[in-house]
């Protein structure tokens, strides 16, 4: 479908100046702008997260307050919620209340107020209660602002049937400064980052965060549908850990990661329409169900902040003997059981879940997961190629790529992952979710981010059995591996290596969108055809399918 940005403007409504309305001049009044959008998320049955963000006019104001309305129609005749809220200078001025009963299965608008200056409208859905027929969701991850427009999430917000997006990780970078990841295209000039620096405080993270809001796009896509996030590594900063990440240097001024991840995660829920940690659960403690009545249930899970073992790192964890990987005492250290990625209270968690959602009689389990989770291996492009080809591809990359591309192609003779920061680091805490999937009898789709890349894959276990489908969504902008690595047969050279890989396409940008039936799931890789104009389309690249097997599992994709 196409779209150019007066389409786009059109989707926020009446209300998306967010201007004052209509009032008596009064010393009392307060001026307040919505300069961020609204939003909604985590939806319940009875209830839904609502979000907004004020921008007050005056210095020196502390507390605002005023009034939320959930009505059943746009034009607000039916109101059915008026509930009081207050936005505080010491939350950064965002504003999120969870609106409790409310019906199942029923679409409902809302807006916030302040005095008399009304918010843009938003369009929010609780999640259905018994017998389910269908289910539309949107599946997204990794949005670079300074890299593209965000044309994935205003084709998000065009659906006519939508409900809830679900949003896998890398909402935001941290990186910044010229020259910084993905500040390399013709538009990267008119988006920089704000702060012009990598983000490290909690003023920093909360500057981040309301760039990336004013973006129309993603304030159309956030006022469409109720949003369930997770967060991935550049909430925090690349390739985190529990207890680190790479991009955190304490010795170069980074400061103390505990500090910086707590901050982050601070200004993650102060901006995002997550519901707030419970009782006696800390921040990182991101673990989330959801029942779409008894069609599907879906949990996400969080893989970074909370277990993670250090990721495996080849240039150090490799050894090199005569000028050889040395593969066997890397394999020693990969399969070393006491990697995690999900600590056991998870996975006992997920374990339960899953038992309940087959025991309750619904058809699908879905994993909202931030890494792919297939065994994947980098191509032999030397061997597939030939030495002459692969030579003359390799000359033609950028100078910084070619030691890289040439190590990582050369690791696929000996069968080691291409991406040791996926599950394919992890391979022993797999084999525990996948032994999670099997023995509960659940038909699993396991939904995947991080990758910049489209992903539809068969998993099996360590037997050789199927027991999951794949579908991994591309960024909304940020740069895959076709963008890096041009001339080079990658999409081919993985499918042709890795027999779990059906589909994949580094260079594409855009969203999954995943239908769901008894019969059937259905996924489609919609692309946009550029971000680096306003004006753009959306296709569905691919589309697979997967049936549910009697007993438990899943059937093989089926294109088309």
């Not at 909202?368 to 032999?380: E, F």
């Not at 579908?471 to 042709?496: R, Y």
Request: proline letters at 6%; a negative charge.
């Amino acid at each position: 479908m196409a779209m150019n940005r007066r389409d786009l403007l059109a989707l926020l409504g009446a209300g998306a100046g967010a201007g004052a309305v209509a009032s008596p001049a009064a010393a009392s009044f307060v001026d307040v702008t919505y300069q961020h959008g609204v939003a909604s998320g985590d939806p319940l049955q009875d209830r839904v997260v609502l979000w907004t963000r004020l921008t007050p006019m005056e210095p020196g104001l502390s507390v605002l307050a005023g009034e939320v309305k959930v009505a059943s129609d746009a034009a607000f005749t039916s109101v059915v919620k008026t509930i009081p809220v207050e936005a505080r200078a010491d939350r950064d001025w965002t504003l999120k209340v969870d609106v409790t009963g409310l019906k199942p299965g029923t679409e409902y608008f809302y807006r916030f107020q302040i005095d008399t200056t009304l918010s843009p409208v938003g369009r929010t859905r609780t999640l259905p209660a018994g017998p389910t027929r269908d289910l539309v969701l949107a599946v997204a991850s990794c949005s670079l602002y300074p890299r593209g427009f965000f044309n994935a999430y205003g084709d998000i917000a065009r659906r006519e049937r939508l409900d809830a997006v679900i949003h896998l990780g890398d909402y935001i970078y941290e990186y910044g400064g010229p020259g910084s990841y993905g500040d390399d295209t013709t538009v990267s000039p008119n988006r920089p980052h704000d702060p012009p620096h990598e983000i490290l405080s909690l003023a920093d993270y909360r500057r981040r965060h309301a760039q990336y809001k004013t973006d129309p796009q993603l304030q159309a896509a956030h006022a469409r549908a109720p949003w369930i996030v997770v967060w991935d590594d550049h909430e925090t900063a690349n390739d985190s850990w529990k207890d680190g990440a790479e991009n955190h240097n304490p010795d170069k001024g980074d400061g103390d990661w505990a500090a910086r991840k707590s901050v982050a995660l601070k200004a993650y829920y102060e901006w995002m329409p997550i519901r707030e940690p419970a009782p006696g659960r800390t921040a990182d403690m991101a673990n989330r169900a959801f029942q779409f009545g008894d069609l599907a249930s879906l949990f996400m899970v969080e893989t970074r902040l909370t277990a993670r073992t250090e990721p495996l790192n080849y240039g150090k964890d490799l050894p090199i003997v005569d000028g050889k990987p040395d593969a066997a005492a890397f394999k020693a250290k990969w399969l070393d059981p006491s990697r995690r990625l999900l600590g056991p209270d998870q996975l006992s968690w997920l374990a339960t879940e899953l038992a309940g959602s087959v025991a309750a009689g619904r058809t699908w389990q879905i994993i909202g997961n931030q890494i792919v989770m297939a065994r994947v291996s980098a191509p032999d492009f030397r061997t597939s190629l030939g030495e002459a080809k692969w030579g003359e591809i390799v000359a033609g990359l950028p100078e910084e790529y070619r030691v890289p591309v040439t190590q990582l192609s050369a690791l696929g003779s000996f069968g080691l992952p291409y991406n040791l920061d996926a599950w394919d680091g992890y391979p022993i805490d797999r084999e525990r979710v996948l032994g999670a999937f099997k023995a509960t009898g659940a038909h699993p789709l396991v939904l995947a981010g991080d990758s910049h890349a489209f992903w539809a894959n068969e998993l099996h276990d360590a037997g050789g059995a199927l027991v999951a489908a794949e579908f991994g969504t591309t960024g909304v902008t940020s740069p895959g591996a076709g963008d890096v690595i041009q001339g080079v047969p990658l999409n081919q050279g993985f499918e042709d290596k890795n027999p779990e890989v059906v589909f994949n396409d580094h260079s594409a940008k855009g969203y999954v969108l995943l239908t769901l039936t008894r019969e059937a799931a259905k996924a489609e890789f919609i692309a946009v055809s550029t971000i680096l104009s306003e004006d753009y389309t959306a296709t569905a690249l691919r589309t697979y399918t997967v049936t549910p097997m009697a007993g438990g599992g899943v059937s093989g994709l089926v294109a088309g």
